[in-house]
């Protein structure tokens, strides 16, 4: 049995979690679920976005689970995913972006797997107002970059790569203009590289990789990049294979794994039954694949591409004609996961 903190998120969040749990069930392997409330749900609970429960059941389980959720607008509030990353020093953000067939996607084929820096640069929130005579005349944020951050994550991407059998590594930067962070995040990378000869390196300026990345994304294997870039392009990637919906990430510490869907909490769609889960879904094959359930996994994920690529029971940003909604695309996943894992 697996021990989850289940953050099930804000707007559309438990809609989907609530899917992605019965999916997840449905292989047969046992969850021990530590449900939790955080977002604008636990401001309204309890008047703090990240409640001190969340906080001590992620230590306890080491595993999360978690929604989307909804960063309060004023009142000094800082972003809740960023909170959490730093708190329990969530260094690698991992985000696949592998092609789904049956989307409105131009784009076929792709397998990109984008490794963020995920707790330095700009994120790192350093920054602070500058004030003359009661007037905010400037605002300063410092992107912190280090040598043992640089290093740690990529040799997160080398061994990721290593160990998935990909081919190439690219580095992706801004070191002709910001030559102290990222050219010192360049050069780490170049160092790195030279401990693993089989796999192939090469490093890209970062406007440069995101025209290519719509060009000629074949071209693209694994990337590994600072934080503000990964966020950027790891959305770039996402729209490459349909968008947001289709996509999950993950973010790894030394001994806390999170997962969760990448996309918002939709307040717009809430309760209209109509919400896509196949993110979060993905976040549990991820989930899955981390304590090495295999089976289960493959199971998970094969079943949710042939039900896309089928284009019938989706919900209506897939297919507006299908007249299928989110507990009816649930039900059928299950139902074909049970009878993959009898195989």
């Known amino acids: 049995m697996y021990n989850v903190t289940l953050i099930p998120g804000d707007g559309i969040g438990p809609s989907v979690i609530d899917v992605a749990v019965k999916v997840l069930q449905a292989t047969g392997i046992e969850f021990n679920w530590d449900r939790q409330v955080a977002g604008m749900a636990a401001v309204y609970e309890f008047g703090n976005p990240i409640p001190e429960p969340v906080i001590e059941s992620i230590r306890k389980n080491k595993l999360v689970l978690k929604g989307p959720l909804t960063t309060p607008v004023g009142g000094g509030y800082r972003s809740v995913n960023v909170a959490l990353r730093q708190e329990f020093q969530l260094y690698a953000n991992l985000r696949p972006a592998v092609s789904f067939q049956g989307t409105k996607s131009p784009f076929k084929n792709i397998d990109i797997t984008l490794i963020r820096e995920n707790i330095e640069g700009l994120y790192a929130g350093i920054e602070h107002d500058i004030i003359i005579d009661n007037q905010k005349i400037a605002a300063e944020s410092i992107a912190l970059v280090t040598r043992s951050g640089s290093e740690r994550i990529c040799r997160f991407a080398f061994e990721y790569a290593k160990k998935h059998k990909r081919k190439k590594v690219t580095a992706v930067h801004k070191a002709n203009i910001l030559k102290c962070t990222t050219g010192m995040f360049l050069e780490v990378a170049q160092e790195i590289a030279r401990e693993y000869p089989e796999i192939e390196f090469d490093d890209k300026i970062i406007d440069a990789c995101a025209m290519q990345l719509v060009m000629a994304p074949e071209s693209y294997d694994v990337i590994v990049t600072t934080n503000l870039f990964g966020d950027i392009l790891s959305d770039l990637t996402s729209g490459l294979i349909g968008g947001l919906g289709l996509t999950a990430g993950a973010n790894f510490g030394e001994d806390v794994a999170l997962f969760e869907a990448v996309h918002g909490s939709a307040p717009d769609i809430t309760g209209q039954n109509i919400a896509n889960p196949i993110a979060v879904i993905k976040a549990g094959v991820m989930l899955l694949q981390h304590v090495g359930e295999k089976k289960a996994a493959k199971a998970i994920n094969s079943c ?40």
Request: charged share 30%; with cysteine; proline share 5%.
């Open 304 to 343: 949710a591409h042939e039900l896309v690529a089928e284009s019938k029971y989706v919900t209506p940003d897939l297919n507006p004609k299908a007249n299928c909604g989110t507990r009816a695309m649930g039900r059928e996943l299950v139902s074909r996961i049970k009878n993959a894992m009898k195989k």
